[in-house]
């Protein structure tokens, strides 16, 4: 076995990767950009080189530098992770001609999956099931309209060298064929130099079912059944699970032993996924073959007890297979919810920003956090937004669900925006529930999984004043500690009796265009009356830690409130929400002299800008556009006006609710 490897990759799967190696005696080298120089990955391994500057390009993809710190160091292998040089064959060839060992399969097994056409034959060669279509080099629009209509409409185009649904055409009928096709050619040039296509019957509500394969380098090779990842966004998956819902143990083995015979013909080596769409009858379809180790294998390990990361370095350390197919089998049921930072109230625009909190559901035999963040820590523009994964087991399905919905209960993220309220809304919803999941599913209950924002729930407004009183009277017993003078009356310890004790106190909070007014009345230490629509609740609350006991008219929970500037982010059972602490002086005449006062919708990049002070504007007229994750944003003039102050240039980087251009009524 290696003592030292080196793991090309950042993120959580750096992390678990060298969580594996760590418990195998195995020495860890980690490589970062200048993003990453303080990730968790890095503190994580032993020992850490920098490769370059942030962009992927200049970092994490340049094999030639990462090959040479191996070399320094001394490792004798490096395992890519997924992404970046996982799937790069050129990368697995420079490795073995550095004497060193790619953990994955050899160079030509990425090669023969790299096109889908070439893909397509040797399956169709192995005996593998495809989806009815052609595949073929002759690419002549009459020969290619003539295959579509003997598929039989509707028929869906394919970019061969495509990938992630870009270049895929949908043709309902012959007459829609040639500019469907010119599409598509189009859309495969522009994202890949290549405009073959493929042409296949389409499949309109199909489940993504992917098998898990192992091989090794004696030619033994077996599977670790299935996963299904239908619940996906824009070819992005969402929640992941294994066994799929539904799955026979006759069609897991022949989808097990039709994946085997996939790696088999390519000669494959290491860990591999075979991806294929299933109809809700059952039947299969070869659609690619990943060669690389997935973000979602952490199901496939909670359902088999097996740790993946281990069997590939034994694999590749020229080890067999550690176990034999009939040696393998399921246990209960595991789900993955992938944490993202990203906005869907934003069109899940990623969203960057400081972790000012984070807390994860505490690690348990049924929950998993794989996650490469900790409080305190950046997310930056330059990588994928994914924050962590939350992986749980059940003894069955409705175990799993159970045990998801409380992890993701537990899930408390301020900083960035994220996809948890949207996750919890999936796994609660009653399409998911049934296991009926399909790649639709999101797309079909729309309205329910993006609904409008409710009334704020009283317990929300409750909690925050509590903690806002709490707040209130900690500062106050700092304050009396800090004093020197021993007869001050702030150093009577007790808040009750240091003069904020004997008034009763307004706030208001603002949850969107809704304002609430509470009123808080201290009755004894830890406990408040808390006045509210009419409604008085009485309250205990004792801090823990960053959390509060709490204890409304008989109700015992425990709840955190993070403070950010005005913002208060309330966490409690039922309830995560951002309400705005309304201070009544703070912004008393602000109205007037930032009226028009335009803020950056998310952090970003300036990258044009319109206008100068001075410069009278009209209704909508662009004023700066920003950049972010490769997205443009314009801000436009919301009524007409003259520009009064443009606080950044082009290249500024700027924070979310950043002042960007002051533009006064005209
Ligand atoms: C299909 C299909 C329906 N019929 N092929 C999307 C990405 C690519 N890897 C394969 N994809 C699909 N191929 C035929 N003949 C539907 C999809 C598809 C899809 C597949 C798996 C998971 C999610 C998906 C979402 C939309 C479309």
Known sequence: MFTKILIANRGEIACRVARTARRMGIRTVAVYSDADAKALHVAQCDEAYRIGPPPPRESYLKGDAIIAVAQACGA?????????????????????????????????????????????????????????????????????AREAAAIGFPVLIKATAGGGGKGMKIVNAADEFAAALASAQREGKASFGDDRVLVEKYLSSPRHIEIQVFADARGDAVYLFERDCSVQRRHQKVLEEAPAPGMTPERRKAMGDAAVSAARAIGYVGAGTVEFIAEQDGRFFFMEMNTRLQVEHPVTEMITGLDLVEWQLRVAAGEPLPRRQDELTIRGHAIEARLYAEDPERAFLPSIGTLSHWRMPPASERVRVDTGVRAGDEVSPYYDPMLAKLVVHGDDRAAACTALLAALAGCEVVGVATNIAFLERIVAHEAFASGRVDTGLIDKHRAALFPAPGPTPRRTLVVAAAAEYARLAANAEATAAASQDPHSPWQVPDAFWNGIGTHAIPWTFADGEARHAVTVRPRAAHTVDIELDGRTSVVQSRARGDRLDIDADGARFVATVVAAGDDRWVFAPGARRRLVLVDPLAHAGEEEAHGGHLAAPMSGTVVAVMVKPGDAVAKGAPLVVLEAMKMEHTIAAPAAGVVTAVHFGVGDRVAEGADLVDVADA
Do not use: R, T, W
């Open 76 to 144: 004798q292998a490096i395992h890519p992770g997924y992404g970046f040089l996982s799937e790069n064959e050129a990368f697995a060839a420079a490795c073995a001609e550095a004497g060193i060992v790619f953990v994955g399969p050899p160079p030509a097994a990425i090669a023969a999956m790299g096109s889908k056409s070439a893909a397509k034959a040797i399956m169709a060669k192995a005996g593998v099931p495809l989806v009815p279509g052609y595949h073929g080099d002759d690419q002549d629009p009459a020969l290619l």
